[in-house]
């Protein structure tokens, strides 16, 4: 007897295809990012809705991030129609100290506003996602939305604000997390990439660039989603709870989560850890 055929349908609309395009240069400084656009390559994007868009930034220790880490996970926005960008950035290694990656994540979320129309993109739908240094990044941007010290006439017409902040392992409190990484091999040289060489000024360039020292009373933010494995041996947990606690006393939008057990990246992704935060991210851009 013949076996039985299954039949199953079709997908006119393509939906929950992605289209990788990578190597796109956002700043003459020759910085780049990797998008994931939620529609398959050559399908015709006329007359489709904008989608909204994740800004994610690799942990690197402010130095180059890398761009493919968490494209497994970051694909998976594409079957929610979100699209996501992957953001590169001047690296400390290279003599580029501190803000030299705020200003350029900053000009990439400009230019990516720029470009909405070419990548079918909502430029008023923008999150961002970060782990480790990207986190401390992304924290940063949801407290610096359009200041203007760190714009660059690259696209200075486009906002740099976001709407949301989802922040991994990230360093809040910079004069805390280097007492904890006191005795660590070179840190002094480290100290010198990411605050420049003379040493009388790293403690204010370290309060400059910890978001629990930027937070006021009675300025707008975007809500926040800290998580932390209670396990970091590298960036402790209670960084997390001090930008917790600092936002909470001013009244701002903020969830935390922590990842017991959980190390600094590896064992922090968990199937429940993903979902947390793809249900967030989905429940603030759609």
């Given at each position: 007897m013949k076996p039985e055929v299954r039949h199953l349908p079709m997908n006119p609309t393509l939906a929950g295809q992605a289209e990788l395009k990578q190597?796109?240069?956002?700043?003459?400084?020759?910085?780049?990012?990797?998008?994931?656009?939620?529609?398959?390559?050559?399908?015709?994007?006329?007359?489709?809705?904008?989608?909204?868009?994740?800004?994610?930034?690799?942990?690197?220790?402010?130095?180059?991030?890398?761009?493919?880490?968490?494209?497994?996970?970051?694909?998976?926005?594409?079957?929610?129609?979100?699209?996501?960008?992957?953001?590169?950035?001047?690296?400390?290694?290279?003599?580029?100290?501190?803000?030299?990656?705020?200003?350029?994540?900053?000009?990439?979320?400009?230019?990516?506003?720029?470009?909405?129309?070419?990548?079918?993109?909502?430029?008023?739908?923008?999150?961002?996602?970060?782990?480790?240094?990207?986190?401390?990044?992304?924290?940063?941007?949801?407290?610096?939305?359009?200041?203007?010290?760190?714009?660059?006439?690259?696209?200075?017409?486009?906002?740099?604000?976001?709407?949301?902040?989802?922040?991994?392992?990230?360093?809040?409190?910079?004069?805390?997390?280097?007492?904890?990484?006191?005795?660590?091999?070179?840190?002094?040289?480290?100290?010198?990439?990411?605050?420049?060489?003379?040493?009388?000024?790293?403690?204010?360039?370290?309060?400059?660039?910890?978001?629990?020292?930027?937070?006021?009373?009675?300025?707008?933010?975007?809500?926040?989603?800290?998580l932390h494995g209670t396990g970091d041996p590298l960036v402790p947990c209670a960084q997390t709870e001090a930008l917790y606690d600092r936002l909470r006393?001013?009244?701002?939008?903020?969830?935390?989560?922590?990842?017991?057990?959980?190390?600094?990246?590896?064992?922090?992704?968990?199937?429940?850890?993903?979902?947390v935060i793809h249900d967030e991210l989905v429940r603030r851009l759609l």
């Amino acid at each position: 007897m013949k076996p039985e055929v299954r039949h199953l349908p079709m997908n006119p609309t393509l939906a929950g295809q992605a289209e990788l395009k990578q190597h796109i240069v956002y700043s003459a400084n020759g910085q780049e990012l990797t998008l994931i656009l939620p529609w398959a390559p050559g399908d015709k994007r006329e007359g489709r809705a904008p989608a909204p868009l994740i800004v994610f930034v690799q942990g690197s220790a402010w130095t180059t991030p890398n761009l493919d880490y968490e494209i497994p996970m970051l694909s998976h926005f594409a079957e929610e129609g979100i699209a996501v960008a992957t953001v590169s950035h001047r690296s400390t290694q290279d003599g580029f100290p501190f803000p030299a990656f705020l200003v350029d994540v900053k000009c990439a979320i400009r230019f990516l506003r720029a470009h909405a129309a070419e990548y079918a993109i909502d430029p008023a739908r923008v999150a961002a996602f970060g782990t480790s240094s990207g986190g401390n990044t992304v924290c940063l941007l949801g407290l610096t939305g359009d200041d203007e010290a760190f714009r660059t006439e690259e696209y200075a017409d486009q906002s740099d604000a976001v709407c949301a902040v989802t922040a991994c392992f990230a360093p809040t409190d910079l004069p805390a997390l280097f007492r904890h990484l006191q005795d660590a091999p070179n840190i002094d040289a480290v100290k010198a990439a990411y605050f420049g060489p003379d040493r009388e000024k790293w403690a204010e360039a370290m309060e400059a660039y910890s978001p629990v020292y930027l937070v006021r009373e009675g300025k707008a933010y975007p809500p926040f989603q800290l998580l932390h494995g209670t396990g970091d041996p590298l960036v402790p947990c209670a960084q997390t709870e001090a930008l917790y606690d600092r936002l909470r006393a001013v009244n701002a939008e903020v969830s935390a989560c922590y990842v017991d057990g959980a190390e600094h990246e590896g064992n922090f992704w968990s199937p429940e850890v993903r979902r947390v935060i793809h249900d967030e991210l989905v429940r603030r851009l759609l």
